[in-house]
């Protein structure tokens, strides 16, 4: 993490409850599966746990004791948890800023320029690498496999919000945005709706009833 950051004083916290808002998302996942195969929900108990984290502490992440408190409800051993929340990169399992900034840098976000989002994101934050934090606490920045949002790259995941068709100077303004508390819309970031192609219909451009 960046020099100084207020995330590197976060402790691994020596107890885990699920607050009420929890207790009613876990009711409602558990009652999706048979009792003898609650163990299914492991990833969207783990999810709650990230939201809860966020809600109470401004940073998304799941400690080991909540694991432990997971594997007590579903009746499992506690590695069984664990392994999920070290495989997937969704959880976090340290500390993260207030803003999660996700890159993707694989191949089709790499052809359309995710290293000008890269440097961006470096410039505006003052972090220097990936897996680093902000000085300030506010910015912790990843690096992600693909996204699964290709024909809107480059991509940059902004906790559970995509921002998509970015540049070097629009990440640099989302990010001032999301200094001031703003948080702006999710989506393209260039004129637009959704997938369509950027610039306008090049092929199949008229309507059949036009072709005649």
Not at 171 to 180: P, Q
Not at 187 to 198: E, F, H, K, L
């Amino acid at each position: 993490m960046s020099a100084h950051s207020p995330i590197d004083q976060i402790e691994q916290p020596d107890s885990f409850a699920f607050d009420a808002e929890s207790e009613e998302q876990i009711a409602a996942i558990l009652a999706k599966y048979p009792p003898e195969r609650k163990a299914s929900g492991t990833l969207p108990l783990l999810y709650v746990v990230q939201k809860q984290m966020g809600r109470q502490t401004g940073s998304a992440w799941v400690p080991r004791v909540a694991m432990d408190e997971v594997a007590h409800r579903l009746e499992v051993a506690p590695i069984r948890v664990y392994e999920v929340a070290t495989f997937y990169l969704m959880f976090n399992t340290k500390p993260i800023g207030r803003y999660h900034l996700q890159v993707c840098t694989t191949t089709s976000c790499w052809l359309r320029g995710s290293d000008d989002v890269v440097a961006a994101c470096k410039k505006a934050t003052g972090i220097d690498g990936f897996g680093q934090s902000s000085a300030d606490g506010l910015f912790t920045l990843t690096e992600v496999e693909c996204l699964g949002a290709c024909a809107n790259a480059p991509i940059l995941q902004v906790d559970d919000d995509f921002y998509e068709d970015l540049d070097g100077p629009r990440t640099i303004e989302l990010i001032e945005a999301l200094r001031r508390g703003e948080r702006p819309t999710p989506g393209p970031t260039i004129d637009r709706v959704n997938s369509a192609p950027a610039g306008g219909r090049r092929t199949l451009a008229d309507s059949p009833a036009e072709q005649g």
